[in-house]
């Protein structure tokens, strides 16, 4: 079981906060090919969820983001050299327990997912509410988690 740390903006080192975007940088621009603003405002004020190697570069990672009333999960991605180890699972189970403890009185989670992970999070009690539509290029879903 990995050490989960949550933090807001303003608690993040700047270390952390480096390996954070080099990592996301890594995977959904260079990775999938995908020339965006990965960086973005909604960083300011979102929850980073991480988890960290000895050496401080953050092997999983997902961004908590409150929207009145419900909670939406996004970034979530997991080191090259971490996958295929149970990270992902473990990464979105702690994700949706950050979301139901810091986010009590939120009815719903939700996720824009990458269409091939679909039945990765229906396995979780994610539902599908969208139809597949192309978002910088890649096949997406929107799904949900209701809480209550």
Do not use: W
Not at 26 to 37: D, K, L, N, R
Not at 107 to 135: N, R, T
């Amino acid at each position: 079981m990995s050490d989960f740390q949550q933090k807001s903006f303003q608690e993040l080192t700047t270390a952390e906060l480096f390996e954070i975007y080099r990592l996301r940088t890594a995977v959904f621009v260079v990775e999938q090919t995908c020339a965006y603003q990965e960086v973005d405002d909604l960083d300011l004020t979102a929850q980073h969820l991480f988890t960290q190697a000895p050496d401080g570069k953050i092997q999983s990672y997902a961004r908590l983001m409150d929207e009145q009333s419900q909670v939406r999960i996004g970034r979530v991605v997991v080191a090259p050299d971490a996958r295929g180890k149970g990270s992902g699972r473990e990464l979105v189970a702690q994700a949706i327990a950050a979301c139901k403890a810091t986010y009590p009185n939120a009815g719903c989670i939700i996720i824009q997912a990458q269409a091939y992970l679909q039945k990765f999070y229906e396995s979780f009690g994610f539902q599908p509410i969208s139809d597949v539509y192309l978002d910088i290029g890649i096949p997406h879903l929107d799904m949900i988690l209701p809480l209550k």
